[in-house]
């Protein structure tokens, strides 16, 4: 087996192009899956049971079903019902449902480590209930999951190459479809696979700087 620069070369306009739609996907996907999993995770604490019970349901549901599945189901059978996306939207919309199921449990337990004390002093202080979660218990708690929520980043990063299965040209997309064209496999998947460690390596330096400003 030969490597072949030209190979690379050739390709790279393609990997740039399936870079911005995985950093696309990955950034966006991101974004969902912290802001629904803290919906979750509040729906959670809510006194009714009516909510409470319908929220884990769902979220049960979503968590125990294979991405690749969810995936299928958005962009094959939603359309059947009147309801359709891009490719790009619905595969930026399963990843942050999907994972939002997880970042859902990374809050809860976040809330559930701020101190009894807190609460006792917000009580105290006759502070309005919203008023508690906002200046209290969220900040405390969203710094203490900041890793945790990094971990998952890195993991949605890895199943970006799942939206290739819904037509999704991202980096794995455009490296199957410059192979199947040009019959060169290792140049192109290597690229890529460089890419991942390089962007899973800068995302994980990212997130311990953010860990470390919310900390102190």
Avoid: C
């Amino acid at each position: 087996m030969k490597w072949d620069w030209n190979a690379v070369s050739d390709f790279m306009p393609h990997f740039w192009d399936g870079l911005l739609v995985t950093l696309q996907a990955l950034a966006l996907g991101s974004l969902i899956s912290f802001a629904l999993g803290l919906v979750w995770a509040l729906l959670m604490r809510t006194p009714t049971r009516w909510v409470r019970w319908p929220v884990g349901v769902v979220t049960e549901f979503v968590r125990n079903t294979p991405l690749l599945v969810q995936l299928f189901f958005l962009f094959y059978v939603l359309p059947e019902w009147g309801v359709t996306f891009s490719a790009l939207t619905t595969g930026v919309f399963a990843i942050g449902l999907h994972y939002s199921t997880y970042t859902m449990q990374v809050y809860r337990a976040g809330i559930e480590a701020v101190p009894a004390g807190q609460w006792e002093a917000a009580t105290a202080l006759n502070l309005p209930r919203v008023r508690t979660w906002q200046v209290v218990i969220l900040p405390q708690a969203i710094r203490r999951v900041i890793p945790a929520l990094g971990n998952y980043v890195i993991a949605m990063l890895k199943d970006t190459p799942l939206l290739m299965a819904i037509t999704v040209l991202e980096m794995l997309g455009q490296a199957r479809l410059y192979s199947q064209e040009h019959f060169q496999f290792t140049e192109p998947l290597t690229v890529i696979g460089v890419a991942f460690i390089v962007i899973s390596y800068l995302a994980s330096l990212l997130l311990r700087a953010l860990e470390r400003r919310l900390v102190h």
